[in-house]
């Protein structure tokens, strides 16, 4: 299959400039990233989507290629649901289809109460245990510790290799886009510092909850990616059930584990252009 032609650029978004790419024609769909968040994540899964869609990825504020053009250092996820919309507006394709995985998918269910001008459907994928889950203060003081000693041991690189580990297992036989493991290590720093705790939970005020005119659905695997997510999966399925229920929205099953964007791109096309066919 010939690869699709990307288009790529800059957008002067609230104080920072984002890196983005473009790949196809047709309706527009914004993949959010979440941990690390470089467009790169999602390269195989914008190539199996391009025939369809045109689909815009992009590095969140204070990672990989918008790093060096502001925005790193303290965030919330009001600054990067504020960003999304932004970026839609700048490239000049909403309203938008939207798809955000893991902090990604936090970020879409703010972009989705607090912007509907610029959506015509978001899909929140697995947005992550430590703001579902019934113990999440005890997980995330857990999850800040392992990544503590992770920078001890070898700097903020070591951290996102471990957390990459406990979070997907190993993906050594996952083709990797050309310099992605490479930006993702640098985005260490940000993570730990400013995103993680802060990016991975959205208490939305329950007013705009029930405002909420774009369609949503919400997306859990069918499998984890470690032992320990798949002795989770149950009880983080009916937490995130919990969830779609809080939202007035559905709960679909994805094929996959955490990530299937990488792991699964094709089948992951399939079952995402399924779920956007439902706000039809």
Same mark, same amino acid.
């Given at each position: 299959?010939?690869?699709?032609?990307?288009?790529?650029g800059?957008?002067?978004?609230?104080?920072?400039?984002?890196?983005?790419? @473009?790949?196809g024609?047709?309706?527009?769909?914004?993949?959010i990233?979440?941990a690390?968040?470089?467009?790169g994540?999602?390269?195989?899964?914008?190539?199996?989507?391009?025939?369809?869609?045109?689909?815009?990825?992009?590095?969140?504020?204070?990672?990989?290629?918008?790093?060096?053009?502001?925005?790193?250092?303290?965030?919330?996820?009001?600054?990067?649901?504020?960003?999304?919309?932004?970026?839609?507006?700048?490239?000049?394709?909403?309203?938008?289809?939207?798809?955000?995985?893991?902090?990604?998918?936090?970020?879409?269910?703010?972009?989705?109460l607090?912007?509907?001008e610029?959506?015509?459907?978001?899909?929140?994928?697995?947005p992550?245990?430590?703001?579902?889950?019934p113990?999440r203060?005890e997980?995330?003081?857990?999850?800040?510790?392992?990544?503590?000693?992770?920078?001890?041991?070898?700097?903020?690189?070591?951290?996102?290799?471990?957390?990459?580990?406990?979070?997907v297992?190993d993906?050594?036989?996952?083709?990797?886009?050309?310099?992605?493991?490479?930006?993702?290590?640098?985005?260490?720093?940000?993570?730990?510092?400013?995103?993680?705790?802060?990016l991975?939970?959205?208490?939305?005020p329950?007013?705009?909850?029930?405002?909420?005119?774009?369609?949503?659905?919400f997306?859990?695997?069918?499998t984890?990616?470690?032992?320990?997510? @798949?002795?989770?999966?149950g009880?983080?399925?009916?937490?995130?059930?919990?969830?779609?229920?809080?939202?007035?929205?559905?709960?679909?099953?994805?094929?996959?584990?955490?990530?299937?964007?990488?792991t699964?791109?094709?089948?992951?096309?399939?079952?995402?252009?399924?779920?956007?066919?439902?706000?039809?």
């Amino acid at each position: 299959m010939s690869r699709s032609a990307v288009r790529t650029g800059l957008a002067p978004v609230h104080g920072a400039e984002l890196y983005y790419e @473009i790949r196809g024609e047709g309706a527009p769909l914004l993949l959010i990233p979440g941990a690390s968040g470089d467009a790169g994540m999602y390269e195989r899964a914008a190539e199996a989507l391009a025939g369809d869609f045109a689909v815009i990825t992009y590095d969140r504020r204070g990672n990989s290629r918008s790093a060096a053009r502001g925005g790193v250092g303290p965030t919330s996820i009001d600054e990067h649901g504020d960003d999304a919309a932004g970026l839609i507006s700048a490239v000049g394709l909403g309203p938008a289809f939207v798809f955000g995985n893991s902090s990604g998918a936090t970020i879409a269910m703010n972009l989705c109460l607090r912007h509907p001008e610029v959506l015509r459907g978001v899909v929140a994928h697995e947005p992550p245990k430590i703001g579902t889950l019934p113990n999440r203060d005890e997980f995330l003081q857990g999850l800040k510790d392992r990544m503590e000693a992770a920078v001890v041991r070898g700097g903020y690189e070591e951290a996102v290799e471990d957390f990459h580990g406990w979070l997907v297992g190993d993906d050594s036989g996952v083709p990797t886009p050309e310099g992605l493991r490479e930006r993702v290590r640098g985005n260490g720093e940000q993570w730990v510092r400013h995103e993680l705790g802060v990016l991975d939970r959205y208490d939305a005020p329950q007013a705009l909850i029930e405002a909420r005119s774009t369609p949503l659905l919400f997306g859990v695997g069918t499998t984890g990616g470690t032992e320990e997510h @798949i002795e989770l999966l149950g009880t983080y399925r009916s937490s995130l059930a919990e969830l779609a229920e809080q939202y007035g929205a559905e709960l679909l099953d994805f094929t996959g584990a955490h990530v299937p964007y990488e792991t699964i791109p094709e089948q992951f096309g399939i079952e995402l252009r399924a779920a956007i066919a439902r706000f039809a």
